[in-house]
Nanobody, 124 residues
Framework: QVQLVESGGGLVQAGDSLRLSCAAS????????MGWFRQAPGKEREFVAA????????YYADSVKGRFTISRDNAKNTVYLQMNSLKPEDTAVYYC?????????????????WGQGTQVTVSS
């Protein structure tokens, strides 16, 4: 059974930082691209960031470039999202996702597996 378990969300002020974690189990971690999505109230889910296993190539939405960093600890089957300079518009439920096709994550807004989500709230 595949599980993606996110943690690290919370309530912060604008300009603060948070690091989200996603622990994966039940899947061959090295064969999956890992990504982060978010969904704000009343809005559609959107792609945030994704990273590869072997090459370390990363992808970001324009809205978070330069502020967010995705990374992987392959030994721990864990992917992270370091979020700096947070803004109120970053408020959303953040979801971890896994897929074998990077285009699915970055372009098609889909994934084979999803976490349950963690709430990030940024106050102004």
């Amino acid at each position: 059974q595949v599980q993606l378990v996110e943690s690290g969300g919370g309530l912060v002020q604008a300009g603060d930082s948070l690091r989200l974690s996603c622990a994966a189990s039940g899947l061959p971690f090295g064969r999956y691209y890992m990504g982060w999505f978010r969904q704000a109230p009343g809005k559609e889910r959107e792609f945030v960031a994704a990273g590869t296993y072997y090459t370390g190539v990363t992808y970001y939405a324009d809205s978070v470039k330069g502020r967010f960093t995705i990374s992987r600890d392959n030994a721990k089957n864990t992917v992270y999202l370091q979020m700096n300079s947070l803004k109120p518009e970053d408020t959303a439920v953040y979801y971890c996702a896994a897929d074998r096709n990077i285009v699915d994550i970055t372009t098609n807004q889909r994934a084979d597996y999803w976490g349950q989500g963690t709430q990030v709230t940024v106050s102004s």
